[in-house]
């Protein structure tokens, strides 16, 4: 379960209040109008970014003052960031070990197949495609198989079937864990989560179930999507 308890995140002169509570295993999207703080919800909770109040929370324990990658999470950009002068399987070797020392080879080869790259670990990432590269980041975070992923528009470079295929890898390889999704696309929200999170004008809304927030938007999810 992850909580947000009484939480302001600051940032210069923006602040984003949460307040809600999201259970293991759940499918969240984040949706809202550009600068409205998604990315800053996810940073917050990844570390990235100090609270100026409150706390947030994984099954009780605060997250306050652990860094970033003692977090029980991993999290995936739109860039991918996957290092052009490692191998893939060297680049997925690093969500297990940053070292690259004790790295379960077994463990790199079952993820690379789970998401379809069987046989391409010696490649360097230039050589893989923009599908490819985005089922390699998407292969390392789920190989540090902790108990929350969070995804910040990591499919937004793809087009749109390649992008529902990549969504329904996620729903499908992410198991147990709770996924926040920062999406553009409604239809994202629609196709993959169970409840949105509407960040708007300072607040990030308890996670509302999807289809009833775009059946029945409030104004500012109206004024977001133009309609
Ligand atoms: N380092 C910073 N210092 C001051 N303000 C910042 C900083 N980073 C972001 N902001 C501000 O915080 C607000 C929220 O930014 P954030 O990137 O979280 O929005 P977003 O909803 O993810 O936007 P987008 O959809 O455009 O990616 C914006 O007004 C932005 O200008």
Redesign the pocket.
């Known amino acids: 379960m992850l909580s947000f308890e009484n939480v302001t995140i600051r ?4 602040s ?1 209040a949460a307040n809600w509570q999201a259970a293991a295993g759940g499918r969240i999207a ?1 949706i ?12 917050a909770v990844a570390g990235f ?1 100090p609270l100026k109040s409150g706390h947030i929370r994984w099954d009780g324990q605060p997250l306050d003052g652990l860094p970033p990658g003692k977090r029980p999470l991993s999290i995936l950009f739109q860039d991918q960031n996957l290092f052009p002068h490692l191998t893939v399987a060297q680049n997925l070797g690093l969500g297990l070990d940053p070292s690259l020392r004790h790295v379960n080879t077994a463990a790199v080869d079952r993820a690379l197949e789970r998401v379809g790259l069987e046989g391409l670990g010696n490649r360097r990432p230039a050589a893989l495609s923009g599908g490819q590269q985005s089922r390699a980041a998407l292969a390392r975070a789920l190989l540090r198989a902790r108990p929350m992923l969070l995804l ?2 990591p499919f937004a470079a793809l087009g749109p079937a390649l992008k529902a295929e990549m969504l329904a890898l996620v729903e499908e390889l992410a198991g147990p864990a709770l996924v926040l999704m ?1 999406t ?1 696309d409604p239809e994202d929200a629609q196709r993959f989560s169970t409840h949105t999170v509407l ?1 708007a004008d300072g607040i990030a809304a308890s996670p509302a179930p999807t289809d009833a927030l775009f059946a029945n938007p409030p104004p500012a999810l109206v004024n977001y999507l133009g309609a």
């Open positions: 940032q210069g002169d923006f984003l984040v809202g109008p550009s600068g409205a703080g998604k990315s800053t919800l996810l940073n970014i910040d528009e920062v553009h960040v």
